[in-house]
């Protein structure tokens, strides 16, 4: 029988939200419910697993992780990329890595979410309203006529954008290597340049893959072409903003405010600035986290490993 580990699952829901039952009888399941950040105490939890399951990214393989679990053999991961395993270690040490689908709605979803309440100051009168205090004491922003900036136009850029259409806003679209034919298909605005989607958006929602010519994109000087009154959203990976800066730029009220649901380390330290500045407004990660996509996460992950169980593996990542 196969020990098979599943890591992070936060809200204990990965046993209900799949049929484990055709694996009955030849796995073992073991479910962690905390994150473990430290790296022994990681390798002490897998030490007897040939197969671990990950949420995303919340758990990295680098190589010298795989090279102190000689027992896993399957790696499964939820959606078909993730940036935090090292591919090239886990072939070299003789785990197939497999990955599930996952759809890009959720994610949408909650950039609005972070948009609507970044707008409408949401977190500052509920928060006013459940501790009895000043009845009303902001003024919100309305969308209609205002100028939404996408940085990045794929699947999940494009329907932000199509909402923001439908509230009546002027979308402007720009990445490396975006193109008019794609921007006029979409219905959005080609920015001539990173710096003018920048200068001229009041709000500016991230939508971009993370790789060497993403990492650090916003910095100081970007931040700084942002007018006073603008939003970030960043609701695609943390790297792709430089962190000190963005932190420099909301301390000093810079921007107006941002909507964070990524962050370099997860989950986010206690002590984090993020968690106390006034004009933040961050969730931990939520946008894949959706019945659908867990039904998806896990439904496949006992595909994946009844597959390579059977010695005919799918969804195999390279």
């Not at 393989?61 to 790696?75: I, K, V």
Request: charged fraction near 20%; glycine fraction near 8%; include cysteine.
């Amino acid at each position: 029988m196969k020990t098979c580990v599943i890591l992070d699952d936060y809200q204990g829901v990965a046993r209900r939200m799949a049929d484990w039952s055709i694996l009955s009888g030849r796995l073992e399941l073991v479910t962690l419910h905390h994150h473990i950040a430290d790296e022994q105490a990681l390798v002490t939890a897998l030490a007897d697993a040939e197969i671990v399951v990950i949420m995303r990214e919340r758990t990295p393989f680098p190589a010298r992780l795989f090279a102190q679990l000689p027992a896993l053999r399957l790696l499964v991961t939820s959606g078909m990329r993730n940036a935090a395993i090292d591919l090239q270690a886990a072939a070299a040490h003789g785990v197939t890595v497999c990955g599930t689908g996952s759809g890009s709605e959720a994610p949408v979803e909650l950039t609005w979410a972070l948009i609507f309440g970044l707008a409408r100051h949401l977190m500052t009168e509920n928060a006013a309203l459940r501790q009895g205090g000043p009845w009303q004491s902001t003024i919100g922003t309305e969308l209609y006529g205002r100028r939404l900036g996408l940085l990045g136009l794929g699947k999940i850029g494009t329907r932000v954008g199509m909402i923001g259409r439908a509230f009546g806003m002027k979308v402007t679209a720009w990445s490396p290597n975006l193109t008019p034919e794609r921007t006029d298909a979409a219905g959005v605005a080609l920015a001539a340049s990173k710096e003018e989607l920048l200068e001229t958006s009041d709000f500016v929602s991230i939508h971009l893959v993370l790789g060497e010519g993403t990492r650090g994109l916003l910095g100081v000087p970007e931040l700084a072409r942002m007018p006073a009154h603008a939003f970030l959203i960043n609701t695609s990976r943390a790297a792709i903003v430089d962190q000190p800066a963005l932190i420099a730029a909301l301390e000093h009220n810079r921007i107006a405010g941002a909507g964070l649901d990524v962050f370099d380390h997860e989950p986010l330290p206690a002590d984090h600035p993020f968690r106390r500045l006034p004009n933040v407004l961050a969730t931990p990660h939520l946008g894949y986290v959706t019945d659908s996509n867990y039904h998806t996460y896990f439904s496949e992950t006992v595909d994946d490993i009844a597959a390579w169980l059977a010695g005919t593996p799918v969804r195999v990542l390279s």
